[in-house]
């Protein structure tokens, strides 16, 4: 039938299609504003977390 690794692309084709599906927030240009949020990020080594710290300000 499927080995694992198949499986495992399947799965992970449809977690991000059902991660997709929403009603997203866009403003005026179509672009979602996040200036008056706080987004928290959770980084697994610290590499990642200079990158998201430099990226998200």
Known sequence: MYNNSKLGVIWLIGALFL???GT????PGG????SGRTIQVAATT???ADVVRNVGG
């Open 19 to 21: 991660a997709s599906c």
């Open 31 to 34: 672009t979602i504003d996040f």
């Open 46 to 48: 610290g590499y990642v």
């Open 24 to 27: 997203p927030i866009a403003g």
